[in-house]
């Protein structure tokens, strides 16, 4: 299934996911506009084709632990595929790795690191200075506050332009 090949009724069940989580298939239905039976069906192939990559809780992480988040670009000196690689390799191991994002322009990556601790944010920065890339620079931004925290608009995504 491309996603050229979703339709509305497809657009409309990964939309309500998306804000809802997992629902009952009968909740599902009734958010999408569709009788249970049709709706699981769509839902099952949505699940299968790899559209649906799992559910999450929204957690305020802040109300459970004291943490630290720190936001991280860094530059590789050499841009071999082999270096991007090994990188991305160290950052799928560790864990207070959220995030990581590459990037075109001035920097490599962009990643979100969250610790109990500054020093153990300096752990990580540590580890990732040792593995076998060299990075040429990397700088760090602590986060202060969170402004704003979400996931993109699928409906508005998806919406066809109208001129």
């Given at each position: 299934m491309?996603?050229?090949?979703l339709d509305a009724a497809d657009?409309?069940?990964?939309?309500?996911?998306?804000?809802?989580?997992?629902?009952s298939k009968t909740r599902l239905a009734e958010l999408v506009g569709l009788s249970s039976?049709?709706?699981?069906?769509?839902?099952t192939r949505l699940k299968a084709a790899g559209y649906v990559r799992g559910y999450h809780a929204d957690?305020?992480?802040?109300k459970i632990?004291?943490?630290?988040?720190?936001?991280?670009?860094?530059?590789?000196k050499s841009h071999r595929k082999a270096d991007f690689e090994r990188f991305e390799a160290f950052v799928r191991q560790r864990p207070e790795i959220i995030d990581c994002v590459a990037t075109g322009g001035?920097?490599?990556y962009v990643l979100t690191v969250v610790t109990r601790t500054l020093a153990?944010?300096?752990?990580?920065?540590?580890?990732?200075l040792s593995i076998e890339v060299e990075v040429d620079r990397y700088m760090t931004y602590i986060v202060t506050r969170e402004v704003k925290s979400g996931q993109p608009d699928l409906a508005q995504l998806t919406a066809r332009r109208r001129d």
């Open positions: 491309k996603s050229t090949s657009i409309r069940i990964l939309c309500a996911l998306q804000k809802h989580g997992q629902l039976t049709p709706c699981l069906a769509r839902l957690l305020a992480l802040n632990v004291e943490f630290s988040k720190v936001v991280v670009t860094v530059s590789l001035g920097m490599d153990a944010f300096q752990e990580v920065v540590d580890a990732m």
